[in-house]
């Protein structure tokens, strides 16, 4: 298992190649948005990292974008659509393929893993279609919200 610090060069790394084989400028707004992103552990909206990081330097909501739509296109991030409401991204899962349960009711999002899953999809694997990595979501009713349920019908 890598560290938070091996991880977070390795992507900063990844992305200048991939700027030098676009012919495109290492800004060092580009490279504090990597190096941003892979110090969080969660989802995070592009106002939210717009917020965050203009706590420290100036970055335009446009630069912000252009960056993720950048890091998107070399596997860095993932895009997230949980709900109608809102676009969340987060860094990709190192190694482990990601689940996710959404409730329905107050939006909340917990990732997992499971070992039985990703072997049954790692068996769907062929000739025909060989699997990269895959994402589940699973919407549903929440331990809190279905308490709450519970209470309003008494
Ligand atoms: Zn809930």
Redesign the pocket.
């Known amino acids: 298992m890598k560290n938070v610090n091996e991880e977070k060069s390795g992507a900063v790394e990844k992305f200048k190649e991939f700027l030098r084989q676009k012919k495109m400028r290492q800004t060092s707004e580009r490279v504090l948005i990597v190096e941003k992103i892979y110090s969080m552990n969660t989802f995070f909206s592009a106002q939210a990292l717009h917020e965050d990081i203009n706590k420290d330097i100036h970055v335009s909501l446009a630069t912000i974008y252009s960056t993720l739509n950048l890091l998107l296109e070399c596997n860095l991030i993932i895009r997230h659509n949980f709900n109608s409401q809102n676009i969340l991204y987060e860094k990709f899962p190192s190694g482990a393929n990601s689940y996710y349960r959404i ?6 999002v917990k990732a997992f893993t499971d070992k039985k899953l990703k072997k049954s999809i790692d068996l769907r694997n062929s000739t025909a279609f060989s699997i990269g990595n895959h994402t589940l979501y699973l919407y549903g ?2 331990k ?2 279905k308490e709450k349920m519970a209470k309003a019908k008494c």
């Open positions: 409730c329905i009711k107050c939006n909340k009713i929440c809190k919200c």
